[in-house]
């Protein structure tokens, strides 16, 4: 599978890095199955750098050993005092981030140009790894879910289809047949995520509520519901300090994201009840239940579906370039989503009726925080297809 032109500014990124003289590890995060392995191999045939490409998600972690094997490999390949070694979900080995420090020390200290390449899955992990063991010796490259802009260039998708499906570039090929589309998400995506990434990996004392936190915020998606809500409706919920730790969990494996409420103060806004958001609508539609014709023919279930498809081109976008995604609601007053880079708040209203209608949550907010622009976007406002094509920055200029 090519990456279409629009991932071009990862592989752009990845190539100018592996150009440089070794100065940094370069950790490359994201989600299973949006093309971080493919980015890295197409980088490879263009440079003439040899390299040697190791994986650690196999059924059973291997043992720490396994890294400095791999690295020994590539030592033996250096080629005009330089090699790039990869090594793809490295942060399933225990005490990884050490021996990995261990070997990148050893080789800055013999003056080898030996590069070095970490991709994973798990944010916690990976960012737990390298704040322990490797602070000031490596940068993160970030990838995310594919967006609307790459799902129409390689898939010539339109844009309902995009918003359903969500552009999981591994399953475009079977949204013909919905009834295995939705098998190869559940089983490949999903539960692979879940079982390998979450909790193959993290102490997880009830995996099965985990499950049902992760169902409840794709049924809840783009809803509110605070933790005492959801104690209610999970069996055997434990308490709330639990819940919140299994949707960090869920975050970290880049499944889901519940966005605190936008408030003045950063203690207010972590004790707020999230707003669920699953970061790809394909997690959303899979586990729903109703085909495509049934979500487009219901304009309430269709509108949702399009308030978390901004939502998660939002927090996507948003975590490449330092962008926070809240939401606001005071009683019965909400605005959809605020974005913040620096000091500089947007708001954003999402629409899907085509007539003009009273906004009160957006005239209340604007009237108390003075944001730097509001947006409406669908309806009378901006359209879906402009809003998702245009570069988060540009609405902070």
């Known amino acids: 599978m090519q990456l279409p032109a629009f991932k071009r500014d990862i592989t752009e990124i990845i190539s100018k890095r592996l150009g440089e003289t070794r100065h940094f590890i370069q950790v490359i995060s994201g989600p299973r199955q949006v093309g971080k392995t493919t980015a890295i191999e197409q980088v490879l045939q263009t440079i003439d750098i040899p390299c040697h490409y190791a994986q650690a998600d196999l059924p059973a972690p291997p043992p720490v050993e396994w890294i400095g094997q791999q690295w020994d490999l590539a030592r033996m390949k250096l080629k005009d005092n330089k ?85 999981y570039p591994g399953a475009a090929y079977l949204i013909d047949d919905e009834e295995r589309w939705v098998r190869y998400v559940r089983d490949a995506l999903i539960e692979t995520a879940i079982s390998k990434d979450i909790l193959l990996l993290n102490r997880v004392e009830k995996p099965a509520l985990l ?138 209203e999402v629409k899907t009726a085509k007539k003009r209608i009273v906004l009160p949550g957006l005239e209340l907010f604007i009237n108390r925080y003075k944001p730097f622009k509001t947006i409406t976007v669908g309806g009378p406002g901006i359209e879906i297809e402009k809003f998702l094509e245009t570069p988060i920055l540009q609405w902070f200029e």
């Open 83 to 167: 090699v790039i070694l990869i090594l793809d979900e490295v942060q399933k080995i225990s005490n990884w981030s050490t021996e990995v420090k261990r070997l990148w020390d050893e080789d800055t200290r013999k003056g080898n140009n030996l590069h070095v390449v970490l991709l994973g899955s798990s944010a916690l992990l990976i960012q737990k790894g390298l704040n322990e063991s490797l602070a000031g010796r490596f940068e993160i490259i970030r990838t995310t879910h594919w967006s609307w802009k790459e799902c129409q260039v390689c898939f010539n998708w339109t844009l309902d289809k995009f918003i359903y499906f969500g552009g």
């Open 211 to 348: 499950r049902q936190l992760f169902v409840m915020a794709c049924d809840y998606g783009g809803q509110i519901l605070s933790y005492q809500k959801l104690l209610g409706q999970l069996s055997d919920a434990g308490n709330t300090t639990t819940l919140a730790h299994y949707q960090q969990l869920l975050e970290a494996a880049f499944l889901i994201r519940g966005l605190p409420k936008w408030s003045g103060g950063a203690l207010r806004r972590r004790s707020s009840s999230p707003k669920w958001l699953p970061l790809n609508t394909a997690l959303m539609t899979a586990l729903a239940g109703r085909n495509f014709q049934e979500w487009r023919s219901a304009p309430d279930n269709w509108g949702r579906l399009v308030e978390v498809t901004i939502g998660a081109y939002l927090v996507n976008e948003g975590s490449k370039y330092g962008v926070e995604v809240y939401y606001w609601r005071e009683g019965n007053r909400e605005v959809d989503y605020i974005i913040q880079k620096g000091k500089k708040l947007v708001a954003i």
